[in-house]
């Protein structure tokens, strides 16, 4: 059932690729879920205990091992089904599991004058934060790898540029893909040293209840260590929810992230399209159910759209998740569940990517031939150097010659044997070619 229950998924990330996104199921999941819950619950019935009762060092180790299975997981599900509250299902059943225990006593203090919020903003915090760190982030380091190692092999190969879709300054291959380098590393550090807010102050979070309970504790400085104690950054004024404000920094990192990977799905998309690279021919692989020749460059076109997928979630997270009516309202609830599929479908466009990168080579010979047909393109460097000697009108004259046109060789050499400009320059200029005037790139390229 569990293999064929992937043919009836309604979402791709739980059906098509259920495989590949398997990995992230321990931190976006309803069982996941539940066991961030349930930690949560657990570490703060420690701390409160703690302070306010006794808790020997075995009973508190013995709460530290509390694991839980799927089996129990159904439990709690059982229970929610009675009351209708998730958060309450998880309480009622710690109180179940912890009745015929040293710690009978004291169940009270579970879930201790808190609301579901102080639960909640925890778990989803935690579980983002996880998942970044222990499989995003890490697929993402690989993709920087893997094209700054081709931006350094092909630091030196020369490449056509296309500004406006037409012939313009030639640079190399290796220093169009640092580029990108550049741009997923940077994004690649905010991401890894960002830090998830949490808040943990009762239901419109003035600790009231807990104050009332406990006068003479500082409870600020109690939840800012527990809160801390979690590895998250404390939030001390909010209403009922968390704000959500650093989550929406993490999407936007995300977003942006994945807008960068469509820019380079794009871009390798064209240079295939004009043949530039050549794709490996994977046997069995089928490209076109009706055109045998087809090799399609698939990877990068599952790439482009998971990552338009994925930030359309992205952005409706960002612009939902900051506003909350008053003290509280649920509509947060519904959509923080499904940060997860947004992950996914971002490190499917990783993935996606990465698996491309692997199966194209650039077409030497191709990128030659196309460099070849386009010495108008020196039409820049001439009339620059004319203009350093001090000669009129040299844009113009180079425009009249070049606009429009498509120049080989002899034809620009002609032009050049004509300017009255010392011979030694004419010698330089007439050195130049489409494929040696790419300026620093290769030396952009190694950055």
């Known amino acids: 059932m569990g293999e064929l229950s ?53 009973e508190a180790r013995f709460l530290q091992d509390i694991t839980v299975t799927d089996r129990q997981l159904e439990q709690i599900k059982t229970i929610e089904q ?66 700054k190692k081709a931006a ?15 012939a313009a300054t030639p640079t190399t291959l290796g220093k169009e893909l640092n580029v990108f380098v550049l ?55 909010t209403t009922q929810i968390e704000s959500h404000d650093r989550l929406v920094e993490t999407y936007h990192i995300i977003s942006l992230i994945n807008s960068i990977i469509k820019d380079l799905d794009q871009d390798m998309w064209l240079y295939m399209a004009r043949g530039l690279f050549v794709q490996q021919h994977i046997t069995g692989e089928i490209g076109s159910s009706t055109m045998p020749h087809k090799i399609n460059p698939i990877f990068f076109e599952n ?24 003290q509280r309202d649920l509509t947060d609830s519904t959509v923080l569940r499904n940060q997860g599929v947004a992950v996914a479908h971002s490190l ?4 996606n990517t990465i698996k491309a990168l692997t199966r194209v080579e650039p077409n030497k010979p191709a ?18 150097v004319m203009r350093q000697l001090g000669k009129t009108t040299p844009y113009e004259q180079l425009k009249r010659l070049t606009k429009g046109q498509q120049l ?3 034809t620009l050499h002609m032009f050049i044997d004509q300017l009255d400009i010392p011979t030694v320059t004419k010698q330089n200029l007439k050195k130049l070619t489409p494929a040696n005037y790419s300026g620093l790139s290769k030396q952009l390229a190694k950055l």
């Open 303 to 326: 790439s482009e759209g998971n990552a338009g997928v994925a930030n359309a979630l992205l952005n409706h997270l960002a612009e939902k998740l900051p506003i909350s009516r008053l």
């Open 82 to 147: 009675a009351t209708r509250h998730d958060v309450k299902a998880i309480e009622y059943y710690l109180k179940n599991q912890l009745a015929k225990t040293s710690l009978k006593n004291r169940l009270e203090l579970i879930h201790f004058g808190l609301t579901s919020e102080d639960i909640n903003n925890l778990a989803y915090s935690l579980m983002l934060r996880d998942s970044l760190k222990q499989v995003y982030l890490p697929a993402l380091k690989n993709l920087i790898y893997q094209l």
């Open 6 to 58: 992937t043919l009836h998924a309604i979402s791709p990330s739980d059906g098509r690729y259920a495989d590949d996104l398997a990995v992230l199921r321990p931190f976006f999941s309803e069982a996941a879920l539940m066991r961030y819950r349930v930690r949560i619950e657990l570490q703060y019935f420690i701390a409160l205990t703690k302070t306010v009762a006794k808790l020997s060092k075995a």
């Open 367 to 384: 990128i030659q031939h196309e460099l070849n047909q386009h010495w108008e393109v020196l039409a820049e460097p001439i009339q620059t």
């Open 183 to 237: 741009r997923l590393q940077r994004q690649y550090d905010q991401l890894r040293q960002i830090k998830q807010f949490g808040k943990f102050s009762g239901a419109t979070g003035n600790w009231a209840a807990l104050h009332v309970a406990y006068p003479k504790i500082n409870w600020l400085k109690f939840s800012k260590k527990f809160v801390q104690s979690l590895g998250l950054e404390f939030n001390p004024v």
């Open 408 to 410: 080989d060789k002899m």
């Open 348 to 351: 499917l466009a990783v993935r």
């Open 152 to 166: 350094r092999h092909n630091a030196s190969l020369a490449l056509l540029s296309l500004t406006h879709g037409q």
